[in-house]
């Protein structure tokens, strides 16, 4: 069991605006620690997609968003693409547990 | 070039125990957190640790407190992940990424390496 909550799976077809949520406790998200996100295609490791305040690593297209509200983060993609299809993960940091958690992922399915 | 290069995969028997490193490469190594995170097949991210690959502390997880040991050696820019006492539920994708310079708070895994795959199985 995930500390940080994610749907296991979202659609979208191409073009259309999907948006994952990432829902946290007042001990994670909640107390303000910053959320990251992350994307794994199929296997390779997982990337840093997107950061609070919408930091980009170089390469990743402006379609990529995302936001904050008490408890919970989400991750907004625009103009999907089927390049889109892959799992994203949040991440965040716990003070009750003093350590990095991850949400259990969620699957983007383009259709 | 700007890289994490991993051992590659094991086969281990149930109780058995394994060492996977980790090589940096192309920044300056003891700047940086070195975390591990693992993914059992199909399954999500789950993260057991991280090393000041400078100063050589580390910090895991209640739940691998007594299982995972972290070392680094600076001669070779390396860090090393032991897990011990192996189950089947150890089976999975052991990945090292590079975190930031603090031990406290988020850390976001800017580098990782591409995974070595542990199988534990009689």
């Known amino acids: 069991q995930s500390v940080l909550t994610q749907p296991p799976s979202v659609s979208g077809a191409p073009g259309q605006t999907v948006s994952i949520s990432c829902a946290g406790t007042?001990?994670?998200?909640?107390?303000?620690?910053?959320v990251y996100w992350y994307r794994q295609l199929p296997g390779s490791a997982p990337r840093l997609l997107i950061s609070?305040?919408?930091n980009r690593p170089s390469g990743v297209p402006a379609r990529f968003s995302v936001s904050k509200s008490g408890s919970s983060a989400s991750l907004a993609i625009t103009g999907l693409q089927a390049e889109d299809e892959a799992d994203y993960y949040c991440q965040s940091y716990d003070s009750s547990l003093s350590g990095v958690i991850f949400g259990g992922g969620t699957k983007l399915v383009v259709l | 070039q700007v890289q994490l290069l991993q051992s590659g995969a094991e086969m281990k028997k149930p109780g058995a125990s394994v060492t996977v490193s980790c090589k940096a490469s192309g920044f300056s190594f003891t700047t940086f957190y070195v975390h591990w995170v693992r993914q059992a097949p199909g399954q999500g991210l789950e993260w057991m640790g991280m090393?000041?690959?400078?100063?050589?502390?580390?910090v895991h997880p209640q739940k691998f407190q007594d299982r995972v040991s972290l070392t680094r050696d600076t001669s070779t820019s390396s860090v090393y992940m032991l897990l011990t006492n192996l189950g089947s539920e150890d089976t999975a994708f052991y990945f090292c990424a590079r975190g930031p310079p603090y031990s406290v708070g988020p850390a976001p895994l800017d580098l990782w390496g591409p995974g070595t795959l542990v199988t534990v199985s009689s």
């Open positions: 007042s001990s994670n998200v909640g107390s303000g620690f910053a």
């Open positions: 090393i000041n690959a400078g100063a050589g502390d580390s």
């Open positions: 609070e305040n919408n």
